[in-house]
């Protein structure tokens, strides 16, 4: 091992020589290689992943490309895209950027796309004569993933987010999925042996685990279901219960989830409107599963703190659950809870690897990003985060891996939806909706509001 070592320091030096000597440069390559040779520095932003998640990707490619240098800034999530949009107006922004993949279509104008292929400068380890082995500089002209490789490579939920007019905008490493996180002393002591695999057995379970004091407030709360601001992805869960339903978010460009869908079995039911409706029952006092309200914290504090027995949420919680109680809180993790008899739907969120428009560097930006994309480089950032993956291949080993198999259970049923340039938007529209129902509002009414509201950013 120590021979590679000596071989690979003396090769960085000797390339230091070519790059500073310009008469021994152009003997030895030509114009384009020449080009291809000089010093690259990406730059790389992100808001989720602390530096180490990726320095063995990092490490790899730079062996590969001595001459090729990339620093990953993570920046705090609260600044993240306030920095970011000013950096690009300025023109100092990353060449790459981990966006969320609702961010695609605000973000689509400052992308560049994956390009056909990507050209660099490799360094090569090669025997010569059969006998000794030398470094080498080779120049690889390599084509680059396809929508239809992307297709059939990556979980569905995917495609729809990183393809636009038939060009592939960016990759993700990872695909999250919604979850439900329970706390087993709770149900212990409320004597229910599982969790609900469906939402009626939640109901259920939600009656024996809120308790309430002599004055009727709120001790211990079942599950955070009902409001509109102290419950994390309020969104994300109002989305999926109505698609879990049969609703249709959108067709085209069109919000629809207020509408029946064409060809649903019963005409007389709104899946949509039903859903919600469902939603805000558990903040009803007037109701059997009445278990939350706002006078209540924040969905994942509560839970932290042990009032809350039921809370929806990701495998991007757990480091935070983990460390927020070091270990005391007695908690477990199952799948999202389904409708009995319908088929099993569940809700992605996932962040994007993309390249910057304005980047002088977007072929070694894209060349670095499918590198890291392989399945034997992305599995060195998913065994480093515990994260599910978003390659199809690596499925099926996570699913052997206790500590992430929930959510790889559910990566192949995990949908998203197109929620306009305006993610932020939306989400308050989805607020404004629930709190305007829980005021008394007529519900259609009140959900066409959202509707329109939502369409503008559309």
């Not at 070519?18 to 291809?36: D, I, M, P």
């Not at 490493?173 to 939640?202: E, K, M």
Request: charged fraction near 25%.
């Amino acid at each position: 091992m120590k021979k590679p070592t000596l071989i690979k320091i003396n090769f960085l030096l000797l390339l230091s020589l070519f790059l500073t000597t310009t008469g021994l440069q152009c003997k030895l390559f030509n114009q384009e290689e020449q080009a291809l040779l000089e010093k690259v520095e990406l730059t790389w932003w992100g808001s989720v992943d602390d530096p180490k998640s990726y320095s063995d990707i990092i490490y790899d490619y730079q062996a590969l490309h001595p001459h090729i240098r990339i620093y990953y800034r993570k920046l705090r999530a609260e600044e993240f895209e306030t920095e970011l949009l000013n950096a690009l107006a300025e023109d100092r922004g990353p060449d790459i950027m981990t966006i969320h993949s609702t961010w695609m279509t605000k973000y689509l104008p400052k992308l560049q796309e994956m390009p056909v292929s990507t050209k660099v400068a490799y360094q090569m380890l090669k025997k010569t004569l059969g006998i000794k082995e030398e470094i080498v500089i080779e120049f690889k002209d390599t084509p680059s993933l396809t929508p239809a490789q992307l297709k059939n490579s990556y979980v569905d939920v995917v495609f729809d987010d990183a393809i636009r007019e038939n060009k592939i905008y960016g990759l993700p490493l990872s695909v999250d999925t919604l979850a439900l996180f329970y706390n087993r002393d709770l149900f212990n002591n409320a004597g229910i042996p599982l969790p609900p695999a469906d939402w009626t057995t939640l109901q259920q379970n939600v009656k024996k685990l809120t308790t309430q004091d002599k004055s009727g407030n709120l001790v211990q709360s079942g599950v955070a279901l009902g409001t509109p601001d102290n419950i994390t992805f309020v969104a994300d869960i109002l989305s999926l219960l109505m698609m879990q339903n049969g609703a249709e978010m959108t067709i085209g460009k069109q919000v629809t989830f207020g509408l029946i869908p064409t060809g649903f079995p019963d005409r007389n039911y709104n899946p949509g409107l039903e859903a919600i409706r469902f939603f805000t029952d558990f903040a009803n006092p007037s109701k059997e599963v009445y278990t939350w309200n706002d006078k209540m914290p924040n969905s994942l504090e509560a839970f932290a703190q042990g009032k809350l027995a039921m809370f929806f949420g990701y495998n991007s919680q757990i480091p935070y659950l983990e460390a927020i109680r070091s270990g005391k809180l007695n908690y477990s993790i199952t799948k999202m809870p389904q409708i009995d008899g319908r088929p099993e739907v569940n809700f992605a969120s996932y962040w994007m690897q993309t390249v910057s428009k304005k980047s002088k560097n977007s072929n070694e930006a894209w060349d670095f990003i499918q590198f890291m994309s392989k399945a034997q480089e992305a599995k060195k950032y998913l065994d480093k985060t515990k994260r599910p993956a978003a390659l199809r291949s690596l499925i099926a080993e996570q699913q052997e891996d206790d500590s992430i198999k929930i959510f790889a259970d559910q990566l192949l049923t995990a949908k998203s939806w197109y929620r306009g340039e305006d993610v932020l938007a939306m989400e308050k529209s989805f607020k404004d909706m629930i709190t305007a129902l829980r005021s008394g509002q007529n519900f259609t009414e009140t959900i066409e509001i959202a509707i329109r509201k939502i369409q503008q950013t559309f």
